[in-house]
């Protein structure tokens, strides 16, 4: 008997060219791979559908990397960076016969060109939502430039009327940060759907220091008492390369799955790169 296959979209995936100008070498090119295209992605995932026979590709989300890229820009030439990573990804990914769908990023500090762009992602269905990279101390790269953007008023307020825009809201953030996203969503519109990223970005240390370990799961469980926000199951390379052999990392997913119940969650990490 031929056993059914079940699709799987990927929530949560990158593509680049760092030999445009469109994306920021210095942050994307790893590994000396300047070119990554949606043809290069699909051929490891059907190449891994091939292997386990188990399953089959049916299409991904696109999520932003240009919201810390170009620290040396100001919030209105980022929001030209922002319509720049949309054309390019649109351009690529209207070739495919798969489907995808879009989480781009604007520069929601700036009052005078938000509007504009969030506009556009409006106007295109395929648009759901803006991603914005948060990591601060330690800092992913632009973020030692603009400080904590959760102390921006423009970029809260800004942030608060994405719903109007039928846009959600992902977070990407570091622990000591969870309480300031907790009151921003306690303060919005029930309407609006937040994500966060990658089990909230914890460091191995962030799970086995006894002075952080408190941190993080309290702040967890302060952002999962809201049943408008999901957690993305993804990036677990971040804490461990070799996560799937790291009990502490493997039973801390398991608890962020009881904490937010499973219709909470998102993303899918296969790591297909290493295997």
Not at 125 to 146: A, C
Not at 172 to 177: E, G, M, R
Request: with cysteine; proline share 3%; hydrophobic share 40%.
């Amino acid at each position: 008997m031929t056993r059914k296959l079940f699709n799987v979209i990927d929530g949560h995936f990158h593509i680049w060219d760092v030999c445009d100008k469109t994306f920021d070498k210095t942050i994307l090119e790893k590994d000396g791979l300047s070119l990554y295209t949606f043809k290069d992605y699909e051929t490891e995932w059907n190449n891994l559908s091939q292997n386990t026979k188990a399953f089959k590709f049916f299409g991904a989300v696109y999520v932003e990397t240009i919201s810390v890229q170009f620290p040396q820009k100001s919030p209105k030439d980022l929001n030209l960076c922002c319509l720049a990573e949309y054309q390019y990804v649109r351009s690529q990914l209207e070739q495919s016969h798969y489907e995808y769908r879009y989480v781009f990023s604007a520069a929601l500090e700036d009052d005078d060109t938000v509007d504009h762009v969030l506009a556009i992602y409006k106007n295109d269905e395929r648009v759901r939502g803006i991603r914005q990279i948060l990591n601060k101390n330690p800092s992913w790269p632009r973020n030692d430039v603009t400080g904590d953007l959760m102390e921006n008023a423009i970029w809260v307020k800004n942030l608060q009327r994405l719903h109007e825009f039928d846009l959600s809201f992902e977070f990407q953030l570091n622990p000591w940060q969870y309480n300031g996203a907790s009151q921003i969503i306690e303060a919005s519109s029930p309407n609006m759907v937040f994500i966060i990223n990658h089990l909230g970005t914890p460091l191995i240390d962030d799970l086995t220091n006894e002075d952080k370990i408190t941190l993080y799961w309290n702040g967890l469980k302060g952002l999962s008492k809201f049943t408008n926000v999901f957690m993305k199951l993804s990036m677990f390379c971040y804490i461990d390369k070799d996560w799937e052999k790291n009990t502490i990392v493997v039973e801390s997913i398991v608890k962020v799955i009881e904490l937010f119940g499973v219709n909470r969650l998102g993303g899918i990490e296969l790591c297909i790169k290493q295997k």
